[in-house]
């Protein structure tokens, strides 16, 4: 047996196992964030563009995000994860960087509502698309992200390929054809980063996992272990890989999806210490008068300025890569969500000043978690706040209350009367609720 | 070269069919030929049925030609069905040839969708086959000794260009889509016939889709094939992207001749065709004719 057979094999004998309590309440937790981030962005003009394209190219068969047009199901895998990722709010497993829920979510969502699934199931199917996609990109980290691939496009064909894959019920050599074809069409270039390409990346990865697994279904498969082949999938995206983590014994006795985060703010996670620093200070001082402000000092770890150094913004989309941004519009405002990370917001001439007087220091004492804002004002004081571990951090995760605080704001947008409820029905996802259960509380009738 | 990628899309949307010579033009019209004739001698192979059976059945809101029982099938998936028959006819064969399953499938169906005439259904064809060769000569041979499929890499840049030709879209289009097609184009080397016949048929769709959701108005980053987290840096740091440019548009890679097939008279007179839909004819006819053995 492969290593990719034996992997394949594990998830197959996990899905027909009851889930660990905690592990099931995780990706409840997940789902939610997920649905409500997707729900959120579903009408943008971005999503327009998709949905305009999957009518000219893809067949007519379901309607998701509450939007009245039909797609197949391949298109409304695409919408879903593009919409889940598109605010960049959605979840982050922060060793690898993996935004997981949203290419595991699109290719569940939108087959769940072509076929009858079993609410267990469902559970199973996004819980062990999350943990199997984490436990590739752990294997190829850290060097597969910073040779510049974006590890939730590359990892979430294989998160999406294993849920549509247990949703099938795909049998262990099924779902290990499923892998290989999945492992053939990884997509997601960082230099796409601040553009649609970046959500397109989770989006293509649920239609393509999606793909895999219905192909599979249909025999297709290929005589060659892709992944661990010494010219496959880790040896061509990662100069170091270990197959440890993809070792059948480990799984199971750990689950690494308890390690997922959900994200405060719609932004490059990097960025969260700082952002949380300078809405800090403009609580603790009171909203800032920008023309008082000399320059703005940011201590941070080195990555903020790698991932999200870029110092002009001139869209909502580029703003959640640009940290001075979210510094910014935090001291400004003292929040740092959807409507700060506006258009609007992003070429505001008194955001764009502050921005220009804010500066990112680097250094090594800072860890990733860490950030500190210094507020230097034109009458020589200084003001200053330092975050040690970030709102949303795994030392500091979201509670429950939070999540549901976010996810009532991002659905209330679009469906203020059904927020409530459809946080309360999909917290019962697998036990009885299914989502088809969910999507009835948002389909437009 | 910071504006490699708009320089290539510039040049594509400029592309006329004047500059072509008629080795050029004959080699296009002998690969329309080549693939749609291939494609049809393998409408009831064992992938074509899979494909079918997972994606056919499909009904939307235009439904065109394809290979397998379904018979129609929405672009997307006709597109996947040509490129992956054809695919299993020319797997033997060198990378020039290999490369047509993943450029006209495209190019043929976008000529379908946009009402394109024959003059540019060709030039798609020839510019599509001119910027795959240069981009898999850019890549250089550590691309493809490391493990990645040219077909699925080089081969969805070209086909992207053919397709947004045939869409007639305009050079900052044709940089989005290429944007799009980059961040798609991970082919990795497969070793069974199947899936490999299929990675062709998916890079083909993918680059339709590509320069369809550029069209629909969805933007790409400004350097996707040069930059330093782009297509180049990740699949072949060694390479050189900017022989892609040099001269393109003007000097045309000489191609090994390409017998005719089936279609010879179908697309003799193909460049002074208001549009495809003789061509369309003639595939329908082959396929009746296969079919009815």
């Known amino acids: 047996m492969t290593p990719l057979e034996a992997f394949a094999a594990r998830i197959v004998e996990l899905s027909r196992e009851t889930l660990p309590e905690e592990v099931a309440h995780e990706t409840r937790r997940c789902f939610l964030n997920v649905l409500g981030t997707a729900l959120g962005a579903g009408r943008s003009h971005e999503i327009d563009a998709l949905f305009r394209t999957g009518a000219v190219l893809g067949g007519a068969e379901i309607s998701v995000l509450g939007r009245t047009e039909v797609l197949d199901r391949y298109f409304?895998?695409?919408?879903?994860?593009?919409?889940?990722?598109?605010?960049?709010?959605?979840?982050?497993?922060?060793?690898?960087?993996?935004?997981?829920?949203?290419?595991?979510?699109?290719?569940?969502?939108?087959?769940?509502?072509?076929?009858?699934?079993?609410?267990?199931?469902?559970?199973?199917?996004?819980?062990?698309?999350?943990?199997?996609?984490?436990?590739?990109?752990?294997?190829?980290?850290?060097?597969?992200?910073?040779?510049?691939?974006?590890?939730?496009?590359?990892?979430?064909?294989?998160?999406?390929?294993?849920?549509?894959?247990?949703?099938?019920?795909?049998?262990?050599?099924?779902?290990?054809?499923?892998?290989?074809?999945?492992?053939?069409?990884?997509?997601?270039?960082?230099?796409?980063?601040?553009?649609?390409?970046?959500?397109?990346?989770?989006?293509?990865?649920?239609?393509?996992?999606?793909?895999?697994?219905?192909?599979?279904?249909?025999?297709?498969?290929?005589?060659?272990?892709?992944?661990?082949?010494?010219?496959?999938?880790?040896?061509?995206?990662?100069?170091?890989?270990?197959?440890?983590?993809?070792?059948?014994?480990?799984?199971?006795?750990?689950?690494?999806?308890?390690?997922?985060?959900?994200?405060?703010?719609?932004?490059?996670?990097?960025?969260?210490?700082?952002?949380?620093?300078?809405?800090?200070?403009?609580?603790?001082?009171?909203?800032?008068?920008?023309?008082?402000?000399?320059?703005?000092?940011?201590?941070?770890?080195?990555?903020?300025?790698?991932?999200?150094?870029?110092?002009?913004?001139?869209?909502?989309?580029?703003?959640?890569?640009?940290?001075?941004?979210?510094?910014?519009?935090?001291?400004?405002?003292?929040?740092?969500?959807?409507?700060?990370?506006?258009?609007?917001?992003?070429?505001?001439?008194?955001?764009?000043?502050?921005?220009?007087?804010?500066?990112?220091?680097?250094?090594?004492?800072?860890?990733?978690?860490?950030?500190?804002?210094?507020?230097?004002?034109?009458?020589?004081?200084?003001?200053?706040?330092?975050?040690?571990?970030?709102?949303?951090?795994?030392?500091?995760?979201?509670?429950?209350?939070?999540?549901?605080?976010?996810?009532?704001?991002?659905?209330?947008?679009?469906?203020?009367?059904?927020?409530?409820?459809?946080?309360?029905?999909?917290?019962?996802?697998?036990?009885?609720?299914?989502?088809?259960?969910?999507?009835?509380?948002?389909?437009?009738? | 070269m910071n504006d490699l990628s708009a320089s290539i899309a510039s040049v594509c949307a400029g592309a006329s069919i004047s500059s072509l010579g008629d080795a050029t033009i004959e080699h296009a019209v002998c690969a329309l030929d080549r693939v749609l004739s291939l494609a049809v001698t393998r409408h009831d192979d064992p992938l074509v049925m899979r494909i079918d059976a997972a994606l056919g059945g499909q009904s939307g809101a235009r439904m065109i030609e394809g290979i397998g029982p379904s018979r129609k099938f929405v672009p997307g998936v006709a597109v996947m069905t040509i490129a992956a028959a054809a695919a299993l006819e020319l797997s033997a064969f060198a990378y020039s040839e290999r490369v047509l399953s993943v450029i006209v499938p495209p190019a043929f169906v976008a000529a379908q969708l946009s009402d394109c005439d024959g003059e540019g259904l060709v030039l798609a064809v020839a510019f599509g086959c001119e910027v795959a060769y240069r981009v898999r000569l850019a890549l250089g041979e550590s691309h493809e000794r490391r493990g990645w499929d040219p077909v699925g890499t080089a081969g969805r840049l070209g086909a992207t260009c053919a397709v947004a030709i045939a869409l007639g879209l305009n050079g900052m289009q044709i940089h989005d889509a290429l944007g799009f097609a980059c961040t798609m184009a991970a082919g990795i080397r497969v070793a069974g016939d199947e899936l490999r016949a299929f990675g062709a048929g998916k890079a083909a769709a993918d680059a339709l889709e590509a320069a369809t959701l550029a069209r629909e108005g969805l933007i790409g980053p400004p350097e996707p094939i040069a930059g330093r987290r782009g297509f180049f840096a990740l699949t072949a740091p060694a390479g050189d992207p900017n022989r892609i440019l040099e001269g393109l548009g003007e000097r045309w890679h000489d191609f090994e001749r390409l017998a005719p097939l089936s279609f010879g008279e179908d697309l003799a007179d193909i460049v002074d065709e208001p549009n495809c839909q003789s061509l369309v004819e003639a595939f329908h006819v082959r396929i009746e004719r296969e079919i009815s053995g």
Request: proline share 5%; with cysteine.
């Open chain 1, 76 to 445: 409304c895998a695409n919408a879903l994860g593009f919409a889940a990722h598109f605010d960049d709010f959605d979840d982050t497993h922060l060793e690898t960087v993996i935004h997981p829920g949203a290419a595991t979510m699109g290719a569940l969502y939108a087959l769940g509502l072509c076929m009858e699934v079993p609410p267990d199931r469902a559970l199973a199917g996004m819980a062990l698309g999350v943990e199997a996609q984490l436990r590739i990109g752990l294997a190829m980290t850290p060097s597969h992200y910073d040779i510049g691939w974006h590890i939730t496009g590359t990892c979430g064909v294989v998160g999406a390929a294993v849920g549509a894959g247990i949703l099938l019920g795909l049998d262990a050599g099924e779902l290990a054809h499923a892998l290989q074809i999945a492992l053939t069409m990884p997509l997601g270039q960082r230099e796409a980063f601040g553009t649609p390409i970046k959500p397109y990346h989770a989006g293509k990865a649920a239609a393509n996992g999606l793909l895999s697994a219905t192909l599979a279904q249909q025999g297709v498969s290929d005589p060659r272990d892709l992944l661990t082949d010494m010219h496959g999938y880790f040896a061509l995206l990662s100069d170091a890989w270990s197959i440890d983590w993809i070792d059948p014994v480990d799984m199971g006795r750990r689950w690494v999806i308890l390690d997922n985060t959900y994200k405060p703010f719609p932004c490059g996670i990097v960025a969260h210490p700082a952002i949380e620093a300078a809405t800090k200070l403009s609580l603790e001082f009171g909203v800032l008068d920008p023309a008082s402000v000399e320059q703005v000092l940011v201590g941070c770890n080195p990555l903020v300025v790698e991932l999200m150094g870029r110092r002009v913004a001139k869209t909502g989309l580029e703003a959640r890569f640009c940290a001075i941004h979210g510094v910014a519009v935090g001291l400004l405002t003292g929040r740092a969500g959807l409507a700060e990370f506006s258009d609007v917001m992003a070429v505001d001439p008194i955001v764009v000043s502050l921005r220009d007087r804010t500066v990112l220091m680097p250094d090594d004492l800072h860890t990733r978690q860490a950030a500190t804002v210094a507020v230097h004002l034109r009458d020589g004081t200084k003001r200053m706040f330092h975050v040690a571990e970030a709102e949303g951090s795994m030392e500091r995760p979201l509670s429950d209350a939070q999540l549901r605080e976010k996810f009532v704001a991002l659905v209330s947008a679009r469906f203020p009367e059904r927020a409530e409820q459809l946080w309360q029905l999909a917290m019962q996802l697998g036990e009885g609720v299914s989502f088809a259960d969910v999507d009835e509380l948002v389909r437009v009738q």
